[in-house]
């Protein structure tokens, strides 16, 4: 059950905000698509990337695993935390294309609701060869 193992290890490594965790969930040239067009396929440039959850605060995690194979299978994330610096809430700004809301200087930086699906393949070790993850997200509604 490699699916259920590694999204088990993906709550674990989202929660604890732990980088290298989340790198070491890959083979040497695993591959994390974070986006159809944007692949992670290093241990260093997944821990970077995955860097970026150290600015989250307040995080709840849940995932289903939808379908599996021996080697593979589909689940469905939901996460939600509250924005720990003006810096995160720019980044989740420019990766959801929207550009930043209109806020003034003195609002709270608002809590995100990411929602999402993954799609992974396994080697008989189960470590992650290719990881792909389609996600939207919404600042929660005030």
Known sequence: ????AFM?????VWLEQDSEGFAGLFTENGQYWNTPFQ??????LRKTYWDRIKLQQSISHENEVLAETPNGGIAHWHVEYQVASEELFEIWAKSTGTG???????DPL?????????????NHAG??????IWWHSMAQPG
Request: glycine share 4%; proline share 10%.
């Open 1 to 4: 059950m490699p699916i259920h």
């Open 8 to 12: 088990s290890a993906y709550k674990r």
């Open 39 to 44: 692949c992670q396929d290093t241990f260093e």
């Open 100 to 106: 930043l809301p209109d806020r003034r200087p003195d």
């Open 110 to 122: 608002p809590r995100m609701i990411l929602d999402g699906t993954l799609v992974g393949q396994f």
């Open 127 to 132: 470590l992650a060869t290719n990881v792909r």
